[in-house]
Structures are given as C-alpha cells and as structure tokens.
C-alpha cells in the first residue's frame, strides 16, 4: 500500500447555503435562528475534500475498515449564509503500524478573498487486511 | 455546567447522514454495518461532535465565539444510547467537553473548546438569575 503523504487535492467551492444549514441545525438538534452551525464545517470543509481522498486510488482507503478517530476545526471566523467558501484537502501524514494505517487529513477553508475561515483536520484509522494464507472457499 | 442529554435514534442519523452529505452505510444499513464488524449502524462520529459543539456554543456566548474544538471519537453510539455532552469551563476561554453514555462510558474523549471574548462562566450566569 502506498503512503501518499504530501498529497494535495484540488480545491471546490460551495456556497453557504440558507436551506441546507438549517437542515444540519435541525439534524444535531440546534435552532436554525442561531446562524451557521460551528460544525457545519463537516460540510463545507471536511465533507468536500474528504471524497478526494476515498476516492483516490492510489490513496486505497477501503471505507468498511475506516474509523474517523479524531477531528479538529479551528475558526478565524464561522462562515455567514450566503458566501461562497473554498477547500483544500490535503493528506498530512500517512504512516501504518501494527496492522493500522493512519491518515491525518488537513482541510483549510478560505473566503472569496483568500483570507482563513477554518482549518479541519481528521485523523482517519483504516483497519489494515490480514491477509489469509489461502483464498478463503467460495461456494 | 452546559448540559445537554440526547437520546440517538435512527431517524435522527438519517436526518444527520443526508444533512451532512455523510451516506457511509454503517451509519444507515444494519447488515453493512455488521459486515464491518459493528454490532449494528452506529452514530456519525459528527453527529456526536455536532451536539456537543452546540453544548460548547451555549457554554461560550454563541457559535461565533468558537474558536477550536477538538474531539477524539473514542467510543460507539447505537440507536437507544442516551448520551450526555456538557462543557465545563476549563481555564480562561478553555472549555473542557464530555459525552457520557447511559453506561457512564465516555464516547469522546480529549475533547476540549477555546472560545474568543469573556462571557461569565456559565454556573455564574445561573447564579447571577438565581438571585
């Protein structure tokens, strides 16, 4: 399995958008009126890179042995309904040991001017396969 | 002390997985979850970060004084697990956060919040409208 530590992935707008956050505000039981969610960043800076990532071929996650082990969000600021937001993915650190690959992804959202929103970074644990000594039967 | 008891439903991680984008399907299949070794679908590690970030939203004066959170996913949540997150305040601007299961079984760990501007710890707040 290659390690792709260094690798970085394209960058992908979205906009903030009205009806969607008052749907995640709704989905982790918080008022809608309290504005934009902190962890609505799960959306627009860890859930639009993270597909780069499982997606990648090379990279060779395989989503049923995947556990998000841990998860920061540092904010210059929470985003406001109706701006368009930009994130970058990148793969900090990909090491494995005793049978545990770890993947430490790094996400910086910027705004439409290029100033710092948010910085995300996951740390995923994939299960490595054991490998059996025979193909097991197939019946 | 910010206190907030949830108890997870179905539902509610379905409301989370389409909310969220997140459609893995050990959060919403029970036989694929199984197939990966969980005894059924489990909660969004998010889901569970979600709540206990409006927890540490309260406890700090409001989501746009929130500065970091960290949390470290530390134990599964199963439909019918009632979890309660609460934010303590931790040092100047720091929160520390906690998600006890009913089993008293910490599901996060390590999680903490720091926060911008000065509110009043929130056990003075009580205080002050006790008063």
Known sequence: MAAIAGRTYPAVKIEIDSGRVAEFARAIGSDPADGVP????????????APHLFGDEDAAVDFARLLHAEQEFEWE????????????GRVASDVSRRGMRFVTFETDTTDEKG??????????????EVRPARAPARS | MTERRITFTR????????ASGDHNPI?????FARSAGLPGVIAHGMLQMGIAATVAAEAAGGPDHLRRLFVRFAGMVEPGDTVTFRAEPNG??????????????AV????????????LPSGERDQGRGA
Do not use: M
Not at chain 1, 38 to 49: D, I, Q
Not at chain 1, 77 to 88: A, L, M
């Open chain 1, 115 to 128: 100033a710092t929103l948010c910085r995300s970074r996951a740390l995923f644990v994939i299960r490595q």
């Open chain 2, 92 to 105: 100047p601007n720091k929160l520390g956060l906690s998600a006890l299961n009913q089993r008293g079984e």
């Open chain 1, 77 to 88: 600021r929470q985003p406001e309904v109706g701006e368009t937001v930009v994130s970058r």
């Open chain 2, 108 to 119: 996060l760990t390590k999680a903490v919040a720091e926060y911008d501007g000065h509110p």
């Open chain 1, 38 to 49: 902190p962890t609505y960043a799960a959306v627009y800076s860890l859930g639009l890179t």
């Open chain 2, 11 to 18: 539902e509610q991680i379905a409301a989370y997985a389409e």
């Open chain 2, 27 to 31: 959060h919403l299949d029970d036989e």
